[in-house]
């Protein structure tokens, strides 16, 4: 583990209740529908065990699957409809908050920087990840 760990901040206002942007957030059937950071990339599977010491895996993928990751780890705590931390497999840090605006939820999300990618390439990822999600929390019904 490195000292001095950069974090990144990513963070979108979301015109859903907390309680609706937790449960698609954290739903595997709500998950796969939106957890990719560009069109040619998915998440075919998704399980999650949403308690202190639970895991949780994402299957991301290229469409045409030539490229694919897990993406899980840990859970360290959690606040049903107010906060997720956990650890990714690497040993990161991530914390999620969900904030009520009036009647909307502001998600907010830090992590520790891992140091392959750019801290700027890191950020634009993560953001497009969390604007997929809005977009998906978004349509109508």
């Not at 954290?26 to 010491?53: F, M, Q």
């Not at 914390?95 to 009647?103: D, H, K, L, S």
């Not at 497009?128 to 929390?137: G, H, M, P, V």
Request: charged share 25%; aromatic share 10%.
């Amino acid at each position: 583990m490195q000292e001095n760990k950069m974090l990144i901040t990513v963070q979108a206002a979301i015109s859903v209740t907390p309680e609706e942007a937790w449960k698609r957030w954290t739903e595997p059937e709500h998950i796969v529908k939106w957890n990719h950071a560009s069109d040619d990339w998915h998440t075919p599977w998704a399980k999650n065990d949403l308690r202190p010491g639970g895991s949780f895996v994402s299957r991301m993928e290229t469409r045409d699957g030539s490229a694919g990751f897990d993406f899980g780890g840990t859970y360290e705590e959690v606040i049903t409809n107010k906060l997720i931390i956990y650890h990714i497999a690497d040993g990161r840090r991530v914390t999620v908050t969900f904030e009520n605006e009036n009647g909307n939820t502001r998600v907010t999300e830090n992590f520790e920087a891992e140091t392959v990618h750019s801290p700027e390439l890191q950020q634009q990822g993560w953001q497009s990840i969390l604007n997929n999600f809005k977009k998906y929390c978004e349509l109508p019904a």
